[in-house]
């Protein structure tokens, strides 16, 4: 065919005559485009509404002189011609400037064609395991975020495409045909995220869709899940089988620790993100939440923290005790003023129990390591004091013992401003249902715990006056190697506690001898700590430079008591002069 005449017939497609072009459909199997000519388009033809055939508008004598050969246009019969001009103003089909007047060069293994319109949406590989079912069902658009549209209804005939359909077609193609990325979401399962379009396929339909990308074991554990948003299909994920049952169907480590495999996913929710954490309990993991949330502005990006328990009955039974606290905290705290954790979900998954939290930033000790351990300034001390201890206000208010306050367990909720917030209650617990004797990390220990004496709220106040102190000297204020040597570190402060005292507790014999003297303890260095050997002044001095705080020094001496009943409550605390003097 002469190049005029290929020219001419491009203006007459390009004009809206009803003269069609080979149309591109894509080869499954090597992912470009090819041109299909008359034979072998009578598929898609049927699957779009599209006629694949080509014709000319001019007379029927032009068309017969011309020689018509596989990928030119032959004549279409008048009836098809009218059909086809009633589906384009049905579906009022643009013709957006990359199908008038570019040709498609940027795309590997294509020969320079026009583009008239593509025959269904065949651009992402797994929605083209569909194409047959385009005729019954619009074909679901899918989401950066591994998040699926549900099909919509067919409200048109078989034979139309509808108009928005198109329209994101004709967006994905352009960003093709400029060298644009088309970037798969975070697992891979989706194209785009759009607002409010998004929402779970059922398992069945997932089943169906990416079961390539899901192991034996999920194929059968999808089915018992009404919602799928995320099945981390780009995860290089443990291929589990039905049958091979030992350590949790390989799930677990020997420890019964879930094994974390990065991009895969939680509950057919959560994707994971990276590990933040691990502990006697089992893990955290940073991890993106795949359904979408009510406007929140303190959930950004839908970033969860999830602690997964270990696989053990004795932390099975912990993580059951803290959801029930973290249960009643939320309904006494509804308005989130307490500066205490939100729990956002708990969940049962592959036999862990799983608890979803709102992620927050760096916590206490990891912002002085990056202080260099020179300590706070006093005015941003007190402004984390008020707020430790009105969170400490609302729990003992209702009889609630945290049990394990350190600096790593208080986080920033942003990394550039002071708001903070108190996590772990792992380890708490409500007065009259106290079961663990061996709580609180050694250094924030009291030393009622350590000596085996009745303990209860007043065991968080002294780890709260160890917390003060270290985040304005930068060091800790007990720094014991093990238990004798931290209650030798106490005694250097305190002095020796009293017979009344030593005598209601019931590990006394451990650390005093029959006159109610400590033992003798020798540390790692070879140093002996000796009662009475320091003062709360010298203990709170960072520097011989660094000025005299009389009523910081008398707050964290009214922390820091034998007798627990001796101790400040938080209530008490908070009206302290030093406090006072931080909401000037």
Same mark, same amino acid.
């Given at each position: 065919?002469?190049?005029?005449?290929?020219? /001419?017939?491009?203006?007459?497609? !390009?004009?809206?005559?009803?003269?069609? @072009?080979?149309?591109?459909?894509?080869?499954?199997?090597?992912?470009?485009?090819?041109?299909?000519? %008359?034979?072998?388009?009578?598929?898609?033809?049927?699957?779009?509404?599209?006629?694949?055939?080509?014709?000319?508008?001019?007379?029927?004598?032009?068309?017969?002189?011309?020689?018509?050969?596989?990928?030119?246009?032959?004549?279409?019969?008048?009836?098809?011609?009218?059909?086809?001009?009633?589906?384009?103003?049905?579906?009022?089909?643009?013709?957006?400037?990359?199908?008038?007047?570019?040709?498609?060069?940027?795309?590997?293994?294509?020969?320079?064609?026009?583009?008239?319109?593509?025959?269904?949406?065949?651009?992402?590989?797994?929605?083209?395991?569909?194409?047959?079912?385009?005729?019954? #069902?619009?074909?679901?658009?899918?989401?950066?975020?591994?998040?699926?549209?549900?099909?919509?209804?067919?409200?048109?005939?078989?034979?139309?495409?509808?108009?928005?359909?198109?329209?994101?077609?004709?967006?994905?193609?352009?960003?093709?045909?400029?060298?644009?990325?088309?970037?798969?979401?975070?697992?891979?399962?989706?194209?785009?995220?759009?607002?409010? #379009?998004?929402?779970?396929?059922?398992?069945?339909?997932?089943?169906?869709?990416?079961?390539?990308?899901?192991?034996?074991?999920?194929?059968?554990?999808?089915?018992?899940?009404?919602?799928?948003?995320?099945?981390?299909?780009?995860?290089?994920?443990?291929?589990?089988?039905?049958?091979?049952?030992?350590?949790?169907?390989?799930?677990?480590?020997?420890?019964?620790?879930?094994?974390?495999?990065?991009?895969?996913?939680?509950?057919?929710?959560?994707?994971?993100?990276?590990?933040?954490?691990?502990?006697?309990?089992?893990?955290?993991?940073?991890?993106?939440?795949?359904?979408?949330?009510?406007?929140?502005?303190?959930?950004?990006?839908?970033?969860?923290?999830?602690?997964?328990?270990?696989?053990?009955?004795?932390?099975?039974?912990?993580?059951?005790?803290?959801?029930?606290? &973290?249960?009643?905290?939320?309904?006494?705290?509804?308005?989130?003023?307490?500066?205490?954790?939100?729990?956002?979900?708990?969940?049962?998954?592959?036999?862990? @129990?799983?608890?979803?939290?709102?992620? !927050?930033? &760096?916590?206490?000790?990891?912002? @002085?390591?990056?202080?260099?351990?020179?300590?706070?300034?006093?005015? !941003?001390?007190?402004?984390?004091?008020?707020?430790?201890?009105?969170?400490?206000?609302?729990?003992?208010?209702?009889?609630?013992?945290?049990?394990? !306050?350190?600096?790593?367990?208080?986080?920033?909720?942003?990394?550039?401003?002071?708001?903070?917030?108190?996590?772990?209650?792992?380890?708490?617990?409500?007065?009259?249902?106290?079961?663990?004797?061996?709580?609180?990390?050694?250094?924030?220990?009291?030393?009622?715990?350590?000596?085996?004496? /009745?303990?209860?709220?007043?065991?968080?106040?002294?780890?709260?006056?160890?917390?003060?102190?270290? &985040?304005?000297?930068?060091?800790?204020?007990?720094?014991?190697?093990?238990?004798?040597?931290?209650?030798?570190?106490?005694?250097?402060?305190?002095?020796?506690?009293?017979?009344?005292?030593?005598?209601?507790?019931?590990?006394?014999?451990?650390?005093?001898?029959?006159?109610?003297?400590?033992?003798?303890?020798?540390?790692?260095?070879?140093?002996?700590?000796?009662?009475?050997?320091?003062?709360?002044?010298?203990?709170?001095?960072?520097?011989?430079?660094?000025?005299?705080?009389?009523?910081?020094?008398?707050?964290?001496? %009214?922390?820091?008591?034998?007798?627990?009943?001796?101790?400040?409550?938080?209530?008490?605390?908070?009206?302290?002069?030093?406090?006072?003097?931080?909401?000037?």
């Amino acid at each position: 065919m002469s190049e005029p005449m290929k020219q /001419e017939r491009t203006m007459k497609a !390009l004009s809206g005559s009803n003269t069609r @072009l080979p149309i591109p459909v894509q080869n499954r199997q090597s992912g470009i485009f090819k041109s299909v000519d %008359k034979g072998k388009c009578k598929n898609a033809e049927q699957t779009t509404g599209y006629d694949c055939s080509s014709g000319s508008s001019s007379s029927s004598s032009e068309s017969e002189s011309e020689t018509q050969t596989p990928g030119e246009t032959v004549t279409l019969n008048k009836q098809h011609k009218e059909d086809q001009m009633s589906i384009m103003q049905t579906t009022k089909l643009r013709k957006p400037e990359i199908f008038a007047s570019k040709s498609v060069k940027s795309l590997p293994s294509y020969s320079s064609r026009f583009i008239s319109c593509p025959t269904n949406d065949l651009l992402h590989d797994q929605l083209a395991k569909d194409r047959e079912k385009l005729t019954k #069902t619009s074909a679901s658009l899918i989401s950066a975020q591994g998040v699926i549209s549900q099909p919509e209804e067919e409200t048109a005939s078989s034979n139309s495409i509808e108009p928005n359909r198109i329209e994101k077609i004709h967006e994905r193609l352009q960003c093709l045909v400029e060298g644009e990325d088309v970037k798969d979401g975070s697992t891979a399962i989706d194209y785009k995220k759009e607002k409010g #379009t998004i929402e779970a396929v059922n398992a069945k339909m997932a089943l169906h869709r990416f079961k390539p990308y899901l192991s034996p074991y999920e194929q059968t554990e999808i089915l018992k899940y009404h919602s799928v948003y995320c099945v981390g299909s780009y995860a290089k994920k443990h291929w589990a089988t039905t049958d091979q049952t030992t350590l949790n169907y390989g799930y677990d480590d020997e420890k019964g620790d879930y094994q974390i495999v990065i991009r895969d996913h939680l509950n057919y929710r959560y994707e994971i993100i990276e590990s933040l954490g691990k502990g006697s309990f089992g893990q955290v993991v940073k991890c993106r939440d795949m359904k979408p949330q009510s406007k929140d502005k303190n959930q950004v990006n839908n970033i969860v923290a999830v602690k997964i328990i270990r696989n053990k009955k004795r932390f099975h039974a912990q993580a059951l005790t803290e959801i029930k606290i &973290l249960e009643k905290l939320m309904q006494l705290d509804p308005h989130n003023k307490y500066f205490i954790v939100r729990m956002l979900d708990n969940f049962y998954f592959r036999e862990h @129990l799983c608890i979803v939290f709102e992620c !927050l930033s &760096l916590n206490l000790y990891e912002v @002085l390591q990056q202080n260099s351990y020179q300590g706070f300034s006093i005015g !941003l001390v007190k402004r984390f004091a008020h707020q430790i201890l009105s969170a400490l206000k609302l729990l003992s208010d209702h009889k609630i013992i945290h049990c394990d !306050l350190k600096p790593e367990n208080i986080l920033l909720k942003q990394p550039d401003k002071s708001g903070i917030k108190i996590i772990d209650f792992g380890s708490s617990c409500f007065v009259n249902e106290r079961v663990y004797s061996y709580i609180q990390s050694r250094f924030y220990r009291a030393p009622e715990v350590i000596l085996g004496l /009745e303990y209860g709220l007043p065991i968080d106040m002294w780890s709260t006056g160890c917390i003060l102190a270290e &985040l304005y000297t930068g060091r800790p204020l007990f720094p014991g190697e093990n238990e004798p040597d931290q209650l030798a570190c106490i005694m250097q402060l305190l002095g020796v506690p009293d017979k009344q005292y030593l005598d209601r507790c019931a590990r006394k014999k451990q650390f005093f001898d029959m006159y109610d003297q400590p033992r003798k303890s020798i540390n790692s260095k070879g140093k002996k700590r000796k009662p009475n050997s320091m003062t709360f002044t010298e203990a709170l001095k960072r520097s011989s430079h660094d000025a005299y705080d009389r009523e910081f020094v008398d707050f964290i001496n %009214k922390c820091l008591t034998w007798e627990p009943s001796e101790r400040m409550t938080p209530e008490k605390a908070l009206n302290h002069p030093w406090m006072k003097a931080a909401k000037k």
